[in-house]
């Protein structure tokens, strides 16, 4: 089966492993070894004679055809184990430790979650899960196959769907499906079948036979999801999938990957917006500084205590404000300055709200967290301020 094509701009900065019995060019030639002498066969037995030792087995005859050829079973009832599995995995760039000992499990018909801030190490695991960059050093195994030993098996199973998708802007988005269809051993029929048919799911259609250079951003992070999928993968690894999403599509990419997932595919999902994740999502995997963590569980947490939300017009100076008064404090999820606090109840938040303004913080909102994310992700003592 033919390897997946490179995708622009995920050139990996060292080769990965493509498994045993390929031959590097330019090595030394060894001379060929002499021609084995073969024995020469025995003569014919004579059929009325009967050989000795066991029972001769039987000749089909045109009343007895021989019995069709048993077809081999499916990978998953030969025991290959299914989902996602990491232990110890790390890889550094220079001295940069992007990935340092992550351990993990993303079970095969469930959505796992990647959670963690910029920088934590995400887009690298993800690489590293796809067969797209090599690990230092640690075991990984995806839809059961290592990613260096079994590259090429394992990249015709992955589905893999980076947070930009660089396209052939020359090419129809069915150019370029079919042409990765291709390139993952579909047969020409078959990868233009598939090709229309997630064409259609992502509602890509009427842009079928159009340069891709006239997609929007939204659009060709559409036709990033249908590359991933045209080769109907055993593991999907999305990167920000919902980047550059209008709503209607945030809703179906949602329903898609819960009909994946029930379908029995390992699904694994790294994005920044948790309210988006905590409708879908089954497990959590938490990164921090490479690292794979623990949240602190809710129930852990003191019983009065909650997180709320606030926003200020000008955030340089509520990030001051809580400084000055000793309120300790956290940078939110997202990226409009948003600050988390725990706060006992309603009455500590009214106090905060009333000694900002007093003070001119221009906070024009205050919430409590409502996500089982977003309260987890919160909780993780390496992101305190």
Do not use: C
Request: avoid cysteine.
């Amino acid at each position: 089966m033919s390897d997946s094509l490179p995708e622009p701009g995920n050139i990996p900065d060292q080769p990965v492993g493509t498994g045993a019995g390929l031959v590097t060019a330019g090595t030394e030639s060894t001379p060929e070894p002499p021609e084995p002498i073969r024995p020469t066969a025995p003569p014919d037995p004579d059929p009325d004679q009967p050989a000795s030792g066991a029972e001769q087995p039987s000749r089909p005859t045109d009343s007895e055809p021989e019995p069709p050829p048993v077809a081999p079973e499916p990978s998953s009832r030969l025991g290959r184990p299914a989902g996602i599995r990491t232990h110890q995995v790390k890889r550094a760039f220079g001295r940069v430790k992007a990935v340092d000992g992550v351990t993990f499990e993303a079970p095969a018909g469930a959505i796992t979650a990647l959670i963690g801030p910029n920088g934590s190490g995400k887009t690298t695991l993800l690489l590293i899960l796809a067969g797209l960059l090599k690990p230092d050093s640690g075991s990984v195994q995806v839809a059961g196959f290592d990613p260096v030993l079994g590259n090429v098996e394992l990249r015709s199973r992955v589905g893999w769907m980076p947070d930009a998708f660089g396209t052939w802007d020359t090419l129809t988005p069915l150019e370029i499906l079919t042409t990765f269809a291709r390139a993952y051993g579909l047969s020409a029929a078959r990868g233009r079948q598939r090709a229309e048919q997630m064409l259609d799911q992502v509602h890509l259609t009427e842009f079928a036979r159009s340069p891709a250079r006239v997609l929007s951003r939204g659009q060709k992070q559409r036709l990033g999801l249908a590359r991933a999928l045209v080769h109907d993968p055993e593991a999907l690894l999305l990167d920000e999938p919902a980047s550059g999403l209008d709503p209607r599509s945030r809703v179906e990419l949602r329903d898609t990957l819960r009909d994946l997932a029930q379908a029995g595919k390992t699904v694994l999902v790294s994005s920044h917006v948790l309210s988006e994740l905590e409708e879908v999502y089954d497990h959590a995997v938490f990164l921090s500084h490479g690292r794979t963590v623990d949240p602190t569980p809710a129930s852990e947490r003191p019983a009065s205590a909650r997180g709320w939300r606030l926003h200020a017009l000008d955030p340089a100076s509520l990030r001051g404000f809580l400084d000055d008064a000793g309120v300790p404090w956290q940078a939110g999820s997202g990226a409009s300055g948003e600050v988390i606090l725990d706060l006992t109840g309603p009455e500590s938040a009214s106090q905060i709200l009333r000694a900002a303004i007093a003070a001119g913080v221009p906070v024009h909102t205050i919430a409590p967290l409502s996500g089982r994310l977003e309260e987890a992700y919160l909780t993780l003592d390496e992101e305190r301020k």
